[in-house]
């Protein structure tokens, strides 16, 4: 069976699975991204041929898979800037990571203090597991963020408490793309001794990251946010200045130093460590050809309607990502619209009964009905004909707007 035709070196098929739609335009590069056709190729020999336990070192097929893990480890370790590989844990994803480091964190350290400092706008995995905590004893407090998304250094600064032991603040956020201040805020929990946490899944494989040089403790990441696959990802435990230890949230054969046991996804974990250095070579080629292309889009859409807004800060932001208010436009209406031309999301998480408007979106000050005439369009490696792609969601909003 044809999985699409390939486009270009990378591989991404434009053609559904029986080869033969056109698939529409794919712009929610924020959500997933299509796995590089290079890092499925550096997989597969781990399926069928290299299948060891990677845990069963007394034998060649162990050990074979063993090897594989140890370079992905050093790899990955030595792009994110690690002293040493080992502080890489392997997981199923930044899910699991962010609940591993918030609740690891939380019941290693509860004897110390119980209040956490986290912000408004983080991803539902961090904002759920902060509110599980709450049921163990935890305190919360979640910073206010800026019209731009932003936290204030001087509020965090302020709600600092005695027993306070953890710090939560996401890298980059998903919706409107800010960019947080990294560095300043881990250099103010390093300097009051608090463990700084941050949820970095849409800014490895996108944005440079030192966890030293940032100050970070415990950083959060997952494979398909940068073209590899889903289901596998990584934290970063500090082991040095201080070693940190997290408790751990799930129980079997005492894997990845005793914090995340079960049997290592031996081909993601090779496809994640590909997929990290295919990113980071293409990185700033990337970056500065999707800030184009997002600048293209955006212009182009307000030359025709000069009251869309673009959200997040107008720096400070991922390259890839461009949040737009469209006033008196439906963002559900403009996608069922032109959903055989473009796949995007709306700016508000839904759940399966309710719509219910953006967390971030409101933080930032927008009322609740311009939180649902936002959309987000999430561009990558897939994204080419920037112009096409505004007049196209030109026409839809034409359609669309009463
Ligand atoms: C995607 C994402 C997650 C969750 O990643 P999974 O791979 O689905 O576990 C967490 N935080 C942010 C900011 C994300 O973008």
């Known amino acids: 069976m044809s999985a699409g035709k390939r486009t270009d070196e990378h591989g991404y098929g434009r053609t559904g699975l029986n080869g033969t739609m056109e698939m529409p335009i ?4 924020n959500a997933t991204t299509p796995v590089d056709r290079n890092v499925l190729e550096k997989m597969l020999p781990y399926f069928c041929e290299v299948y060891g336990n990677a845990a069963s070192i007394d034998h060649i097929h162990g050990n074979k898979a063993k090897q594989a893990v ?21 997981t199923s994803g930044a899910t699991e990571s962010i609940n591993l480091a918030l609740i690891g964190a939380f019941r290693r350290f509860k004897d110390k203090g119980n209040h956490i400092i986290s912000s ?30 932003v936290v204030d250094l001087e509020v ?10 953890l710090i939560s603040v996401m890298f980059a956020n998903n919706e409107i793309g800010t960019i947080q201040p990294i560095k300043e805020i881990g250099a103010l929990a390093k300097s009051k001794g608090i463990i700084f946490h941050t949820d970095a899944a849409q800014a490895v494989g996108h944005e440079k990251i030192n966890v030293y040089d940032l100050n970070i403790d415990l950083l959060s990441f997952s494979a398909h946010k940068f073209y590899g696959p889903k289901g596998i990802g990584g934290l970063f435990v500090r082991s040095y200045s201080p070693l940190i230890k997290l408790s751990p949230i799930s129980f079997g054969g005492g894997h990845e130093k005793g914090m995340r046991s079960g ?14 250095s295919l990113s980071i070579k293409e990185m700033s080629y990337e970056n500065n050809r999707l800030r184009k292309a997002a ?6 859409l307000q030359q025709t309607f000069p009251d869309i807004k673009l959200n997040g800060h107008p720096q400070n932001r991922l ?3 461009l949040s737009l208010t469209i006033p008196g436009v439906e963002a559900k209406a403009l996608i069922h619209r032109l959903k055989n031309r473009l796949s995007f999301s709306t700016g508000s998480a839904c759940s399966t009964i309710k719509v219910e408007p953006s967390h971030v979106l409101k933080a ?13 369009l999430g561009l990558g490696r897939t994204t080419q004909g920037a112009a096409g792609i505004a007049d196209i969601l030109i026409d839809g909003v034409n359609h669309v707007r009463k």
């Open 26 to 29: 794919y712009l929610d590069h």
């Open 319 to 321: 390259a890839h990502n």
């Open 120 to 149: 408004a706008i983080e991803h539902p995995a961090v904002l759920d597991t902060l509110n599980y905590l709450q049921s163990e004893g935890a305190e919360i407090t979640r910073l206010p963020v800026d019209r731009n998304g």
């Open 364 to 376: 930032i000050g927008l009322a609740d009905d311009e939180t649902f005439q936002t959309v987000r």
């Open 295 to 300: 600048g293209v889009i955006c212009q182009r």
């Open 263 to 276: 049997t290592l996804n031996v081909p993601g974990i090779v496809g994640m460590a590909e997929a990290l």
């Open 70 to 90: 140890d370079e992905a480890r050093q790899a990955i370790a030595k792009v994110l800037g690690c002293r040493k590989e080992s502080e890489i844990v392997f």
């Open 156 to 165: 965090l600064e302020k709600s600092i408490k005695k027993d306070t032991i």
